[in-house]
């Protein structure tokens, strides 16, 4: 495992075989997310979509008690409006990258996932939670709404009535609720959370990086235009990927019953 650390950054990088872990580093403020961290995720972001030897991202936040509990309330707290819509398009650029990174992404959420926090989660392909997170939209109870994509991301996620719950209310959910609602897709015991992440995000790694690539686009495509363009679009990519090493290996493998191999080509 190499590890290394991001220059004056409050972003940590480290190295599982394929799978980069990208961790907020901010314990001591609950991985708040300020200017500054949210420019060093994006720089995170950017360069594991540009290293070939990354083929699945993990992003957790450090510390024992927050994945990320927000947006960060110090830092807002003396914007002026221009400022304010500054910082939302700042937050919104670097999630926008991670909703269209051509890898997957997956929130593991070992702890408070509040306003920006749940917000960042949600821009992540898929969401593992330990049992004692608690996820919300509390904006509300600042004199504020999400700003970094919480109102639209959370409605194609849970639908309306959770997200006129959540962000009219305020109040936090647990991991069981926000399971059932659809917002994560696991629940696991905290003790087993790193494993059993690090297990899925493996399991993607080995998996055929183009295929991969080609469902995401899709569903990013599908989930923004009506089912005409986006069954032609699926059909295009489908047809894609028949140019591929990949999938003649896939459907090989599975014809001589044996495990394939992908090699991203
Ligand atoms: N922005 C800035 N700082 C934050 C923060 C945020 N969103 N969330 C927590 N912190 C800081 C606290 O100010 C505190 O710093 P300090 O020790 O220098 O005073 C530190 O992180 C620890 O937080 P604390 O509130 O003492 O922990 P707690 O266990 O009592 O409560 C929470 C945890 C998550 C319930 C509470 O921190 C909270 O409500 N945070 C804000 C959540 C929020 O509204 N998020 C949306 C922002 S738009």
Do not use: W
């Not at 030897?53 to 927000?70: E, I, N, P, Q």
């Not at 959540?166 to 696991?186: F, Q, S, Y």
């Amino acid at each position: 495992m190499s590890e290394a650390t991001l220059p004056d950054t409050p972003v940590n990088i480290a190295d599982h075989g394929a799978v980069r872990l990208i961790t907020v580093n901010r314990p001591d403020k609950l991985n708040a997310l300020n200017a500054a961290t949210l420019d060093a995720l994006d720089a995170a972001f950017a360069a594991a979509a540009d290293d070939a030897g990354v083929r699945a991202v993990v992003l957790t936040g450090a510390g024992s008690k927050a994945f990320v509990a927000g947006a960060d309330i110090a830092e807002m707290n003396t914007l002026s409006p221009v400022q304010g819509r500054d910082f939302s398009l700042r937050g919104q650029r670097m999630m926008r990258r991670v909703e269209k990174l051509s890898k997957p992404v997956i929130a593991m959420v070992n702890g408070f996932a509040l306003g920006g926090g749940l917000e960042l989660a949600m821009c992540c392909h898929l969401r593992i939670a330990a049992d004692t997170a608690k996820l919300g939209q509390p904006e509300i109870n600042l004199g504020l709404i999400p700003g970094f994509g919480g109102t639209q991301r959370l409605l194609r996620l849970a639908g309306r009535a959770a997200t006129l719950e959540l962000c009219l209310l305020g109040a936090p959910i647990d991991a069981r609720r926000a399971h059932e609602l659809g917002i994560v897709n696991r629940v696991v015991a905290t003790a087993e959370l790193q494993a059993e992440t690090l297990k899925l995000a493996a399991q993607l790694a080995d998996s055929a990086p183009l295929a991969l690539r080609g469902a995401l686009d899709c569903i990013n495509v599908g989930g923004e235009c009506g089912i005409e363009e986006g069954l032609e679009y699926e059909a295009a990519q489908f047809g894609l990927m028949f140019a591929t090493e990949d999938m003649r290996e896939g459907t090989g493998a599975f014809l001589e019953r044996r495990k394939p191999t992908f090699k991203g080509a």
